[in-house]
């Protein structure tokens, strides 16, 4: 019997040795993948998560996977309990040998933190059962409550951010007062952060209350009123799928921090949600995100400005209004202001349009250069902006941009909803005036829809539509078929069928669409020349407006052959609203 007993415990040293050389290619093996094969110490753990012990003890089956820890003896053995101590192997034979006889170990004894284990007592046995294919143990197991839960793939890295989480929870106590928030995140220092935004908050409550807001009072005004809306905004904008690997409040913060940054860039107030669909515009790591970045860097490169054809029609729809909460459709207006008269009548036409849509006007004073953004000019023309605007009850801001008026306009127009330009110049009639005209490029590239303004402001009581059937006419309809239904403009639905492939079909799918939205239009078949029959039609039913789609053709076509709209914009003396 003793023979038999040496040659287990022989056996179990060839064991042991084994172990030790996996042991050691784990290590390097953790080194190639930055994934430590550590075991975590219960001490620092629990300390770090503020955890406390409970009196009660259970005995049961625990998964092997699930202990990735010890009291003590965590630098004994690997994460998969290969043992590192070459004075162990004694011990572990005849731990391994007594396994072997079936002479029976007593259950181990473990400390509970989450889904993971800690081995009180039973180092050995746990290494001994993993090398001999072990899925499950007996252990008596002591639960320790933290406020944050950890699973058995955390790392020692990982381990600080839980760390932080349960300082946050204990100063918050967030996980008491709103019970469902998920506030975890996967980098370190992002709790900081909000531990500020919260006492920025209290310090701003207390100011406007005139008293003392305590630390519960603040966290439960930041969280509802900051951290909430922006989370649903995430939600919505599909943000947690173009970012996989972060967390709803790993993204609030992203937000936050993008839209401090476009702020300070822009001049203007940006909304959450604003910030973060241009966040999935500018970083998401998807595929079609990075082709689409990089297809219109190239294209911008290569393609002169003139020559753009400019978005999609109806793109502006998808971006703007079919995220939007409010009924309203045009709640951030654009207005350049150069301080000519001609710019003072388009900001008074703009000015109407925030009245009645509710909204705020986004100035726009575009100069040549550097030198000139500090000059008394330009501070004139911001100051009678804001005053104007705050005469007429109408939030404003003004921001001072250098560079190309069109490109300029352009580029501030995707954070609006539409713009409302002064006509002063409109395209030539001749292919060599319409090439070099900046409006006519502004036009054909913006974004958003368009409102040129020719003169005096309109009051945009009665608006003709020009409709023939195309992409572009369609939105025109949309939007007719809102400004009926929301500010009571009367509508004219003008279609020329001559040199047209405009249907009885398609005429009655137009009317159909403005009646089942709650609109009328008083519908026109008329023959001739596009434009002239636009203008003239216009002056018959005593419009005061233009609706009518964008450029149709390619934009070299358009230069070579010009087009209806480049005639109704030198001819018009009443607002234009050029649709995409």
Not at 12 to 21: E, K, N, Y
Request: net charge negative; with cysteine; charged share 30%.
């Amino acid at each position: 019997m003793a023979d038999m007993n040496q040659l287990s415990i022989s056996s179990a040293v060839q064991d042991f040795r084994r172990a030790r050389r996996k042991a050691a290619l784990q290590e390097v093996f953790a080194r190639f993948t930055r994934k430590s094969a550590d075991l975590l110490s219960y001490e620092e753990v629990r300390d770090s998560l503020k955890g406390r012990k409970s009196a009660k003890q259970e005995l049961r089956e625990i998964p092997l996977d699930a202990i990735v820890g010890s009291v003590g003896r965590y630098k004994d053995f690997t994460r998969k309990f290969l043992p590192l101590q070459d004075s162990d192997e004694n011990r572990w034979a005849r731990v391994k040998a007594a396994v072997m006889e079936m002479t029976g170990l007593p259950f181990i004894e473990v400390y509970q933190i989450g889904d993971v284990y800690f081995v009180l007592d039973g180092n050995h046995r746990v290494s001994v059962a993993r090398q001999l294919g072990a899925k499950n143990i007996q252990a008596n197991v002591t639960q320790v409550i933290t406020k944050v839960a950890i699973s058995p793939d955390i790392q020692p890295d990982e381990l600080i951010v839980k760390a932080e989480h349960a300082d946050f929870l204990e100063f918050s106590r967030l996980d008491i007062l709103r019970p469902d928030a998920d506030m975890s995140v996967t980098t370190p220092g992002q709790y900081h952060e909000i531990d500020l935004q919260i006492s920025l908050v209290r310090d701003f409550l207390s100011k406007e209350r005139k008293k003392v807001i305590s630390e519960e009072e603040a966290v439960v005004y930041w969280f509802d009123e900051f951290y909430l809306p922006v989370a649903s905004a995430i939600r919505d904008r599909g943000l947690l799928r173009e970012f996989p690997d972060r967390t709803v409040t790993d993204l609030y913060l992203w937000v936050y921090e993008h839209r401090t940054a476009l702020e300070k860039a822009l001049g203007w107030d940006i909304e959450p949600e604003e910030a973060a669909s241009d966040l999935a515009e500018q970083f998401s790591p998807g595929f079609l995100r990075k082709v689409s970045r990089i297809r219109e860097k190239i294209f911008d490169k290569i393609t002169p400005d003139e020559l753009e054809a400019g978005p999609a029609p109806g793109e502006w729809r998808k971006k703007r209004v079919a995220a939007r909460r409010e009924n309203r459709l045009f709640t951030e207006i654009l207005i350049p202001i150069d301080g000519t008269v001609q710019s003072w009548h388009a900001f008074e036409q703009a000015l109407l349009m925030a009245e009645r849509e509710d909204g705020r006007l986004r100035g726009l004073h575009v100069i040549p250069s550097d030198s000139e953004k500090n000059t008394e000019q330009a501070r004139v023309v911001q100051a009678e902006f804001l005053d104007r605007c705050q005469a007429a009850g109408i939030q404003g801001q003004m921001a001072i941009e250098i560079g190309g008026i069109s490109r300029k306009i352009c580029e501030r127009a995707r954070w609006v909803d539409l713009a409302v330009v002064s006509l002063a110049h409109p395209p030539g009639r001749y292919p060599i005036a319409r090439l070099s005209s900046g409006f006519r490029t502004m036009i054909q590239r913006c974004p958003r829809p368009v409102v040129a303004v020719p003169g005096e402001p309109s009051p945009m009581n009665r608006a003709l539509l020009a409709f023939d059937g195309s992409p572009k006419s369609m939105e025109a309809l949309f939007i007719g078929t809102y400004l009926n239904a929301q500010w009571a403009t009367s509508l004219v639905l003008l279609t020329i069928t001559e040199g047209r492939r405009v249907t009885v079909k398609m005429l009655n799918q137009a009317q159909q669409y403005v009646e089942a939205h709650g609109a009328q239009a008083l519908a026109l078949i008329r023959s001739g020349p596009e434009a002239e029959t636009i203008l003239a039609s216009a002056e018959e039913q005593e419009c005061d407006m233009f609706i009518m789609g964008g450029y149709g053709m390619q934009p070299v076509k358009e230069v070579v052959l010009g087009s209806t709209v480049d005639q109704v914009l030198r001819e018009s003396r009443m607002p234009v609203m050029v649709c995409r």
